[in-house]
């Protein structure tokens, strides 16, 4: 057996027509990822009475099941809550009217949301609390010392992690398949099965999943200089 070295070209090419499945995944994923992990991370953070407890065991019951499972409860169990809720109420949407990334968006959304939390939940146990106490003797309430103090710093802290996060979503999104999105993993099986070419379609997956990791990288050390260079009272 010999390596096709052509069809790899021609398989890259072909991938690029699923790259944007995969990129609004990921971006959707860890946006709202993001949002939900802040808003767990601050229950649990400031222990907000009852919600806390929620909190905790969302990202417990998130973090020790696996990203695949969450991706088919979400697929086959919210279309029984949307149909029986329509049908108890009256209500004419039905779950059949999801498009199939939806699904995604909502699993990863939620898979990322609980690994995001535990990031900047350390981040922001590792602002000083001297300065949150500083910021309330300026008259500054919780919200504004959160907003212009703690979050700003959590996130400089977190912003690693954070990539990394980012990274693994991004391979994360080859779970999609198994919901009938055509993300660049399907489109690489859709490529070789008119040959079976499947190693030459997987190694020219493999080059785009490291280009598009590359770039995260480049772009979140880049990031880091400037978020320093502010820091340091110079110009980002």
């Known amino acids: 057996m010999e390596l096709d070295f052509a069809f790899i070209g021609t398989a890259f090419l072909s991938l690029l ?30 222990r907000v009475p009852v919600l806390h407890r929620f909190a905790s065991g969302y990202v417990l019951f998130i973090r020790g099941t696996p990203m695949l499972m969450h991706l088919l409860l979400i697929y086959f169990g919210l279309p029984l809550v949307i149909d029986g809720a329509s049908e108890a109420f009256g209500w004419s949407f039905r779950s059949a009217a999801i498009p199939l990334i939806g699904f995604a968006y909502i699993s990863f959304s939620i898979t990322a949301g609980a ?17 949150i106490e500083a910021a309330y003797s300026v008259g500054m309430t919780t919200g504004q010392a959160l907003r212009r103090i703690v979050l700003p710093q959590a996130f400089a802290v977190s912003l690693p992690n954070l990539s990394n996060n980012l990274i693994g979503m991004l391979h994360g999104s080859t779970l999609a398949f198994t919901v009938s999105v055509v993300e660049i993993n399907a489109q690489a099986q859709i490529v070789a099965a008119s040959n079976w070419k499947f190693l030459e379609a997987y190694i ?33």
């Not at 690994?115 to 300065?131: D, K, L």
């Not at 260079?229 to 980002?236: C, P, S, T």
């Open 204 to 236: 020219a997956a493999a080059i785009l999943f490291w280009g598009m990791t590359i770039l995260i990288e480049r772009g979140t050390a880049l990031l880091e200089r400037r978020i320093q260079a502010y820091n340091r009272g110079g110009v980002a």
């Open 17 to 46: 027509k699923a790259l944007p499945n995969t990129i609004r995944i990921t971006v959707v994923s860890v946006f709202s990822g993001f949002l939900i992990g802040t808003a767990i991370a601050l229950l649990r953070v400031y």
């Open 115 to 131: 690994y995001m939390s535990e990031v900047v939940r350390a981040g922001i146990t590792a602002v000083s609390r001297g300065q």
